[in-house]
């Protein structure tokens, strides 16, 4: 049973460009959330993907941008790439009916971006 | 607004000794509380989780946990640690069940030497 799993696991970018990251959620779950974690800090939550629609998003600008397929997995976009956007990017999956009982969420390794 | 504290940045331990990581969080609704603990190039993995009933939590590595409502402390603890539990540990706070934004803290380094 895969876990999730995300691409790439590490890329270096150059301010101003676009970055996409991808997300296939664990089997079974239906819904996926993006969370950024910057150099000894904890994961902030992006936003959360359901249905193919954002459903919930945390305090981040436009330039970061999500999409979500039929088969539940998820692309991140983040356009004009900053220094500051350097960070892991975490992908989280569950599944809804499972989140009120669990509330659990599982985690992918992430991808490491680089902004130079 | 919802928060998380965690007071130790770094907590170094001997093998075999016991050990508590702290977490204090801020809200004024009722809570739902984690401890997730992440090992080196790894993704987050739950330790253990405080949804409702009774409030000494156990999970998994026996590691447990204890919901203090009047400290809003959820301080995470094991009776004896191995070099294995080597890892970074984070707190987290949500505000409902049906929600994946998780408030997490800043998270506590524990670094258990021989």
């Known amino acids: 049973d895969a876990g999730v799993t995300q691409s790439p696991t590490h890329l270096i970018k150059t301010r101003g460009q676009q970055v996409t990251l991808r997300c296939s959620p664990k089997?079974?779950?239906?819904?996926v959330s993006w969370y950024q974690q910057a150099l000894g800090q904890g994961p902030q939550f992006i936003f959360q993907?359901?249905?193919?629609?954002?459903?919930q998003r945390g305090n981040f600008p436009d330039r970061f941008s999500g999409h979500q397929f039929p088969n539940y997995s998820s692309e991140l976009n983040v356009n004009a790439l900053l220094l500051g956007d350097s960070a892991l990017y975490l992908c989280?999956?569950?599944?809804?009916?499972?989140?009120?009982?669990?509330?659990?969420?599982?985690f992918g390794e992430g991808s490491r971006l680089t902004v130079l | 607004a919802q928060s998380v504290t965690q007071l130790d940045s770094q907590v170094p331990v001997f093998e075999e000794a016991p050990v508590e990581l702290r977490c204090n969080y801020s809200?004024?609704?009722?809570?739902?509380l984690f401890w997730y603990v992440q090992y080196p190039n790894q993704g987050l993995q739950l330790l253990l989780k405080?949804?409702?009933?009774?409030?000494l939590v156990k999970g998994i590595n026996g590691f447990e946990a204890e919901f203090n409502k009047s400290q809003t402390s959820f301080h995470l603890r094991k009776p004896s640690v191995h070099i294995s539990d080597t890892a970074e540990y984070f707190c987290?706070?949500?505000?409902?069940?049906?929600?994946?934004?998780?408030?997490f803290g800043t998270g506590t380094r524990l670094q258990v030497f021989p």
């Open positions: 809200s004024s609704v009722s809570v739902y």
């Open positions: 405080y949804l409702s009933g009774s409030t």
């Open positions: 089997s079974g779950h239906d819904t």
């Open positions: 987290a706070v949500s505000e409902s069940r049906n929600t994946d934004k998780l408030i």
């Open positions: 993907y359901y249905e193919e629609e954002e459903r």
């Open positions: 989280a999956s569950n599944h809804k009916g499972d989140r009120a009982l669990t509330g659990e969420l599982f």
